[in-house]
């Protein structure tokens, strides 16, 4: 009888672990052909904030994918800012987040936000990756190096070295007024952060 | 030791039905086959009812559709060739919609995988797409049919005995209206 017992405790992990993987699911665009890196499940997030709703949002400067330096206080009494934070370069979800982005420029512009999109990758490797995007209307920082020093601020940065799937929305006055550090292994929906940059310019 | 077999016995049947559900298929639809078993709902739209030849609520199968063709695009606003192949897929619409003959017989609809339905409507109302869009909200039929990259083609021939066909299937690749409408028409046998 325990032999059988056991044998119904693997095939239950087996199909339990069946499941879960199943869970993670996305939608790969043929423009990025055979170069997306497929990976596992991860554990959902993996770092501590160390921001706050309320708070001021801590200044950086990044340098872009353009050639220039961008630094996040330049926009103050300017514009809302949302900051997209994205793991990897030519991984599943983030390979499709950005590009969504592109194409409703003008939700941002109604609500007077710029949308500045960060990684830890390295500047040539983020080019490579984003001109099969397309041409993207907002700037692409590299925060390489020092290795994540902006994602740490935010206490963004997992164990393993790369960023959570994270939005902030900061307004003009360099106050974050929205925060989601989203399950890595799935895509926020674009409505939440629509609500969220609605609700900030409304102010 | 009975009810713990029992217990063990119902749990597993549960989880493996439950895998079995989200079970995704292992391979794309494929020219010769049936499409993958899944529902769309009904448009609320009395324009897009129209197009489509539905009417009610609730759900429809795309074999359901009143065409002898019908052109699946599985897509996502997230794709950047998907939103390069909009305009062409559009201009695909016009041809079709401009030619008396074809107009009634060919039918396109969208399915975005891991779209929701604001997603959707923010990738119809950037490319002004005037055909039906559908959110595939939990890749439910993105998983049916086998993870594919998008853009994924898929021409539908509806048979006359209610049983259909898929006659051309392809990964990405858009020709241009014409070319594309060219094919369609070959494949399912309407030209």
């Not at chain 1, 993207?136 to 963004?156: N, Q």
């Amino acid at each position: 009888m325990p032999k059988k017992i056991g044998l119904y405790w693997i095939v239950t992990i087996a199909l339990l672990f069946a499941s879960l993987f199943s869970d993670m699911a996305y939608a790969t665009s043929d423009a990025f052909k055979e170069n997306i890196y497929q990976v596992k499940m991860l554990k959902p997030v993996d770092s501590k904030l160390k921001v706050k709703v309320g708070s001021q949002a801590p200044d950086f400067t990044l340098p872009s994918v353009a050639r220039d330096k961008v630094t996040l206080s330049q926009y103050r009494g300017k514009k809302n800012v949302v900051l997209s934070f994205v793991p990897a370069a030519w991984t599943p979800v983030c390979s499709d987040q950005w590009p969504g982005y592109n194409i409703v420029k003008d939700t941002f512009e109604q609500n007077n936000a710029i949308l500045l999109g960060i990684t830890v990758d390295n500047i040539p490797t983020l080019f490579a990756w984003t001109n099969q995007m397309g041409k993207l209307w907002f700037p692409i920082l590299s925060d390489f190096w020092p290795h994540a020093a902006v994602a740490k601020k935010y206490g963004v940065l997992r164990t393993d070295g790369v960023s959570e799937r994270a939005l902030f929305v900061i307004d003009k006055k360099g106050i974050i007024r929205y925060i989601d550090v989203h399950d890595i292994n799935k895509r926020p929906p674009l409505e939440d952060l629509v609500a969220a940059l609605e609700k900030v310019n409304q102010r | 030791m009975k009810k713990a077999k029992g217990f063990f016995l119902s749990f597993t049947f549960v989880l493996f039905v439950a895998t079995a559900l989200s079970a995704t298929a292992s391979k794309a639809p494929e020219k010769g086959e049936t499409l993958p078993v899944f529902n769309l709902p009904i448009p609320k739209s009395s324009a897009e009812k129209a197009y489509l030849g539905l009417s009610g609520d609730g759900l429809f199968k795309i074999p359901q559709i009143k065409a002898k063709v019908v052109i699946v695009e599985i897509y996502s606003m997230y794709c950047p060739y998907c939103q390069k192949d909009a305009p062409g897929i559009n201009e695909l619409y016009r041809l079709i919609d401009k030619n008396p003959d074809l107009k009634t017989k060919i039918k396109i609809i969208g399915i975005g995988a891991g779209n929701t339905q604001f997603e959707v409507d923010a990738f119809k109302k950037t490319y002004q797409v005037p055909f039906p869009l559908f959110p595939d909200k939990d890749f439910s039929i993105h998983k049916a049919c086998g993870e594919v990259r998008t853009p994924y083609f898929i021409v539908v021939k509806n048979n006359e005995d209610g049983s259909h066909q898929i006659v051309h299937a392809q990964m990405g690749g858009f020709p241009g209206a014409q070319p594309f409408l060219d094919l369609v028409l070959k494949a399912s046998g309407l030209k």
